[in-house]
Structure formats: C-alpha cells, structure tokens
C-alpha cells in the first residue's frame, strides 16, 4: 500500500521560507521510473504543479516559480523536501505530494497541509 | 506548454450521466491526460488516465461508472448512475518531461 504524509509548519510569516516534508512508503525513490511531485491549491482554486524529482535525481520546476523552489531526496528515509524562499501571502495554499512513474500522472497523493502565509 | 480548459461548473440528477470536458491548447490535441477528482475538503484522487487513442485506464478501485472519451483536443470524463458522493471537483492533468499542468477543475453538482 502506497502512502504520502505532507509535514511542515502551518503558518509562515512573510518572507520567510517555508520547508516541506512529503514522507512516505510503499514504493523506493531509488526504483528506476519513480517521482515525486509537489503541488499546492490556493483555497477555493485549481491545482498547480510546483516542482517534481525523479529516481535519479532529475528535477523539474514551474517554470512561474523555479527561482523560488528546491526540491531535494533523501532515498533512505524514503522523503523529498521542498523549499520555497521569499513566501507572499498569495501562496497561501493546501500544499501536496503525489507519486508517479516515468510517463505517467500523479498517482497517490498525500493528505495535504495547510499553510498559511500571514504577519 | 500545454493549456487544459476546463467549463467551471455543471449539474446533473442523481441516477442520470454526466460528460465532463478538458480540451488541449493547440498544437498538444495528441497529448495524454488523466482525471483525478477531489469531494468537498479531501485530497484529490486518482480516476483514470486516458490516451490520445481513446483508450483508458481506470485507477485502482475506481467504479466502472466512470469511463473516459475524447474527440480531437477534447477529453472527456463521463460518470453514469450519478451518486451523491460523485459531487467534487475534477481536475484533468497532462504532462511532457518537462512540466506537469492541471486544469482549471469543474464543480460537479449532484441535484
């Protein structure tokens, strides 16, 4: 069974950056053909896709946000990371990760987490 | 990079069928999509991956009510025997190497 957790804080104050963590199990980030993406819904509005890292370390941006966004792996504690500088509140948002293969939709998604961007 | 518009809202009976619609930029009408939706204040959940073919792939556990179409750059989701729990949001995704795009999501309500 394939499962994803979103961690990190709920609230950032401006400016700041925000770290998440997407942990989980049932698959490896070292099997060939294995992703993780990371995507965020504003409340009320669509889904956006922020970044995305594939099993050897590829690793594909927003081309809105790339200069804001990180996304790193740590293949044995089965987590991938994303950074994010200089938060607004306009990313103010229900922040995701889902897995995927090579070609292939986002499959399993996480619960989400809420952050909130806010002095 | 490729465009998905999605009509922002539709409704339909409980019982009856609906057909939902995501249409490719141009130039991307080829393109592979997939369907997730999302019920009211939970995560989006995978439905089906549909091809430029026509041909679809329902997720794991995803009721056979559901079925995939396309015509052109249009993709379509269509749910038969509406249940109330199908009242969510679905959202169509494409993707190349390169970047991942969603569409606008439509309002399915179930009267």
């Known amino acids: 069974q394939i499962t994803l957790r979103e961690s990190g804080p709920t609230l950032v104050i401006p400016t700041q950056t925000l770290t998440l963590t997407c942990t989980f199990s049932?698959?490896?980030?070292?099997?060939?053909?294995?992703?993780v993406g990371w995507i965020r819904q504003p409340p009320g509005k669509a889904l956006e896709w922020l970044a995305l890292?594939?099993?050897?370390?590829?690793?594909r941006y927003s081309p809105s946000l790339k200069s804001r966004l990180t996304i790193t792996k740590d293949t044995s504690k089965n987590q991938v990371v994303l950074t994010m500088i200089n938060m607004d509140s306009v990313d103010t948002a229900t922040y995701y990760c889902?897995?995927?293969?090579?070609?292939?939709?986002?499959?399993?998604w996480g619960q989400g987490t809420l952050v909130t961007v806010s002095s | 990079q490729p465009v998905l518009t999605q009509s922002s809202s539709v409704s339909a009976s409980l019982g009856s069928s609906v057909k939902l619609t995501c249409t490719l930029s141009?130039?991307?009408?080829?393109?592979?999509i997939a369907w997730h939706q999302q019920q009211p204040g939970k995560a989006p959940r995978y439905l089906m991956k549909?091809?430029?073919?026509?041909?679809?792939n329902r997720g794991s556990g995803v009721p056979d009510r559901f079925s995939g179409s396309i015509s052109g750059a249009d993709r379509y989701l269509t749910i038969s025997n509406l249940q109330s729990e199908d009242e969510a949001d679905y959202f169509c995704?494409?993707?190349?190497?390169?970047?991942?795009?969603f569409g606008g999501g439509t309002k399915l309500t179930v009267l």
């Open positions: 049932g698959f490896s980030l070292s099997t060939s053909g294995v992703g």
């Open positions: 890292i594939y099993w050897d370390d590829d690793k």
């Open positions: 995704e494409t993707w190349d190497t390169s970047t991942r795009v």
């Open positions: 889902a897995n995927f293969w090579f070609g292939e939709s986002f499959e399993h």
């Open positions: 549909l091809e430029g073919s026509g041909r679809y």
């Open positions: 141009s130039g991307h009408s080829s393109y592979i």
